[in-house]
């Protein structure tokens, strides 16, 4: 598994470089509240999380698009009290406790979620074009397309900067097992996207 430091020390190190090459396949799922991309499960497809706040390994498992229909309210958390076009989760499982996010989502420690807010700008992101291209192909609730070859560094914003903690999933089932990690830069989108 491709290893993914958020430590500005550890920021320098291979595995967190090798990061900007490494590409992933999955499935984008409308379900309804969200788009939701779940990664395939294989070797090659893996990435796990390491940061300050967890002392875990986690293995990413999904991502997560909340979009409002205004471009002012689509993200689910506000900072001080300004909500975001749309809101970006990366979901990952506690490897290293767990066998499975199925088993991980109901279980202590089991969940650690990156947060990225995304706002309008004046460049496209690719990666996020990509995917935004997509979502024209599954209009409706339980619509699904195969994608393949994200480049999920491209969603990261280049900061080292976070918020951290612990929490639930914003989802229904709401369980108490996720650290929350809110990355403090937001991701520029363009309105057409
Ligand atoms: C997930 O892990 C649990 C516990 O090890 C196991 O019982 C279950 O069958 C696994 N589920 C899947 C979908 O692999
Ligand atoms: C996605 O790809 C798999 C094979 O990897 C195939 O079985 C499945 O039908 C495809 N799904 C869609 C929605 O195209």
């Known amino acids: 598994c491709l290893l993914l430091l958020f430590d500005i020390l550890s920021y320098l190190i291979v595995f ?28 090659s497809n893996c990435i796990s999380i390491l940061t300050g706040p967890i002392s875990y390994r986690y293995r990413v498992s999904q991502l997560k698009i909340h979009f409002g229909t205004l471009d002012s309210s689509g993200s689910e958390h506000t900072i001080s009290g300004q909500y975001f076009t749309a809101e970006v989760h990366i979901l990952a499982y506690n490897s290293d406790l767990y066998n499975n996010f199925t088993h991980a989502i109901h279980s202590p420690h089991g969940l650690a979620t990156v947060a990225i807010f995304a706002t309008i700008g004046d460049k496209p992101n690719n990666e996020f074009e990509v995917l935004s291209k997509e979502f024209q192909n599954i209009l409706f609730k339980g619509q699904e397309r195969n994608i393949s070859e994200i480049l999920l560094a491209d969603l990261l914003p280049q900061t080292e900067r976070y918020m951290t903690y612990e929490g639930s999933l914003t989802q229904p089932g709401c369980q108490e097992t996720v650290t929350w990690i809110l990355l403090n830069k937001p991701l520029y989108v363009t309105k057409e996207q």
Do not use: A, H, M
Request: net charge neutral.
């Open 16 to 43: 967190t470089l090798l990061f900007f090459l490494f590409k992933v396949d999955g499935i984008v799922l409308n379900t309804g509240r969200d788009v939701t991309l779940n990664l395939l499960e294989s070797k």
